[in-house]
C-alpha cells in the first residue's frame, strides 16, 4: 500500500551489496596472505640464521681445534721421531728396512701412516710378517719376519756354486723366490733345484710351474724323521719336464713322478730298510712305475723289485727281489752287432714278476 509505512531495518543487518561484500572477501584474503608471507620470511630468516651460527661454530671449533693439535702435537719437539727400532729374525740390514719404509729421525711422529709403511715393508721378497707399532713419545717399532728359504732353484742343469751364480734364486716353502745380499753359511747345506726351463725365475715372483711346485711338495713331505736322516736330499732336476731326478747326500739317485708324492716316498722307504737289512747301499730306484721297479745297487747289482700293496690302502711291502744281469740295463745292439754281443756275453737271467701275495 503506497500509504503505509516500511518496516524499519534491523540493526544488524548488512547494508553492503554482493559486489561490496566480494571485495572485502579479497581485501581480508590479500591481508591474511600478507601475513602469513612475513610469518614464513620471519620463519625462513631463523632458520638461516641458526646454520650459519652453527656452521661459523663449526667451522671455528675445527681451525680451533686444528691449530692446537698442530701446535700440541704435530709441530711439538717432544713428539720427533727420536728412536726406531728393528728387529728380524733374517738376513735383512737396518739400513735396508728403513730405508724400504721411508722412515728417518727427526720427522713428527703423527704424521706417520703406519699403513703405508707396513705395506712398504711387505713388498720386500725376504719378508713374510710384518708389525709396526707407533710408541709415544717419540718411538716406532719394526718387527719383521722374514721368510726361510728351503732350497735354492735356478734354470741352470749344471751349476757348482749357487753363491756366486746369477740365476740362483732362494726360495721358501711357499715358492716365493729371493734373491738376499747377505748369504748366511746354513745356506749351504740347502737342497738344489735345477732345470727350472718352464718359467722366468725373479726375486719376489711365485713359481707357478708344475715341476717346481713338485720338487718342493717332495721337499716338504721328505721332512718327516725317518726320511731326514736316511734320504737327505741334495739336488732335483726337474729339466725332464715329467719327472724329478732326485740325489741324496749318499748319491743314491731316485726319480720320481709328479703325483701320489707320499706314496712313492713310502715306496722308498721300503726300499732303504730293505736295503739296510741286506747291508747294501742302493744307487738307483725308478719310481715312476707302480710295479717291479728297476732298482740298482752300488755293487752294479740290479735286481727288479716286486711288492704287492694292500687292498685296505696300507704301506707297500717288498716280497722278493730277483737279481739280473748288470748288461739288462744296457740298450740292445742291432744288425752283426747283436750276434757277437749274444755269443760273448753270458745269458741275462730274467725277470720274472712275483705273484701278489697277502700280507702277513
Known sequence: MKGAKQRPRARNQRVSNQKQRRQQHLLDVRVRSHKATQHR??????????VVLAAAI???VYFGVRIGAKRLFFENPDYRLSQIEVQTDGTLQRDQILKAAGL??????FSINLAHVQERLQQLPQVDEVQVVRKMPAEIDIRLVERKPVAWITSDKQISDPFASDVAFLVDARGVLMKEKKLLPEYLGLPLITGCTS???EAGKVVASIEAKAALDLLRLSTRSFM?????????DV?????LLVSDKNHTRVTFGFENLEMQLQRLEQFLVYADDSKRELETVNLLVQR???VTFTKNSVEVINETIDPEGSEPRILKAIPVHPLAKAEPPSGPAKSRASAASPPIRKAIPVRRGRKD
Do not use: D, H, M, W
Open 228 to 236: 731326514q736322516t736316511r734320504f737327505q736330499i741334495r739336488e732335483i
Open 199 to 201: 718359467e722366468s725365475l
Open 41 to 50: 620470511n620471519r620463519r625462513v630468516l631463523v632458520i638461516a640464521s641458526k
Open 104 to 109: 728417518r729421525e727427526g720427522e713428527n711422529i
Open 58 to 60: 663449526g667451522i671455528g
Open 292 to 294: 717291479n721297479i728297476p
Open 239 to 243: 729339466s725332464k719336464g715329467y719327472c
